[in-house]
T-cell receptor, first 112, second 112 residues
Framework: GNSVTQMEGPVTLSEEAFLTINCTYTATGYPSLFWYVQYPGEGLQLLLKATKADDKGSNKGFEATYRKETTSFHLEKGSVQVSDSAVYFCALIQGGSEKLVFGKGMKLTVNP | DTAVSQTPKYLVTQMGNDKSIKCEQN?????MYWYKQDSKKFLKIMFS???????INETVPNRFSPKSPDKAHLNLHINSLELGDSAVYFC???????????FGSGTRLTVV
């Protein structure tokens, strides 16, 4: 079945550090890929998405590129802020399915 | 104006009780979902309804019964609550699954 594997945290960074959160997936065909963010005590918000190979999703300084050859969708940000402290989830939807499948999430803490 | 709203936000109840969580979306989406987030932040789909019709029913105890009176509402009723039901329950909706879901802010259920 479809699955998403994320690097496990938690991760603590200093403000202005570079962030990479690895995400790889297993799926048949061409799934749509997503990053969701969950701030403390809140629900999930869509951060960015990509629907086909080589698409780059971007939002709030975060970027991720859909790599079909490596089945990856790594999240990057060049300079993190304290306000980026949250749990980040990689997810996919297989074409023809209504089921959004999540990775296990990675907690990021950014210290000033 | 809240897009996906859940009530209540917090629910503390005793084992054996029956409780309901309500969800409403004002986005005009056709599909609604219930997800469970456990203490390790792992998210798993429970149910999905498309225009009042059940389309996804994962391996969930039959103590959990979703009800969709119309396409804007999806409620979750839980009978004979158990300690293991303690979790955060998220409602979500979507129009086109490839666009991702919009999530509510969650209901934290604690069974004591």
């Amino acid at each position: 079945g479809n699955s998403v594997t994320q690097m496990e945290g938690p991760v603590t960074l200093s403000e202005e550090a570079f962030l990479t959160i690895n995400c790889t997936y297993t799926a048949t065909g061409y799934p749509s890929l997503f990053w969701y963010v969950q701030y403390p005590g809140e629900g999930l918000q869509l951060l960015l998405k990509a629907t086909k190979a080589d698409d780059k999703g971007s939002n709030k300084g975060f970027e991720a590129t859909y790599r079909k050859e490596t089945t990856s969708f790594h999240l990057e940000k060049g300079s993190v802020q304290v306000s980026d402290s949250a749990v980040y989830f990689c997810a996919l939807i297989q074409g023809g399915s209504e089921k959004l499948v999540f990775g296990k999430g990675m907690k990021l803490t950014v210290n000033p | 104006d809240t897009a996906v709203s859940q009530t209540p936000k917090y629910l503390v109840t005793q084992m054996g009780n029956d409780k309901s969580i309500k969800c409403e979306q004002n986005l005009g989406h056709d599909t609604m979902y219930w997800y469970k987030q456990d203490s390790k932040k792992f998210l798993k789909i429970m149910f999905s309804y498309n225009n009042k019709e059940l389309i996804i029913n994962e391996t969930v105890p039959n103590r959990f019964s979703p009800k969709s009176p119309d396409k804007a509402h999806l409620n979750l009723h839980i009978n004979s609550l158990e300690l293991g039901d303690s979790a955060v329950y998220f409602c979500a909706s979507s129009q086109v699954s490839g666009d991702g879901y919009t999530f509510g802010s969650g209901t934290r259920l604690t069974v004591v």
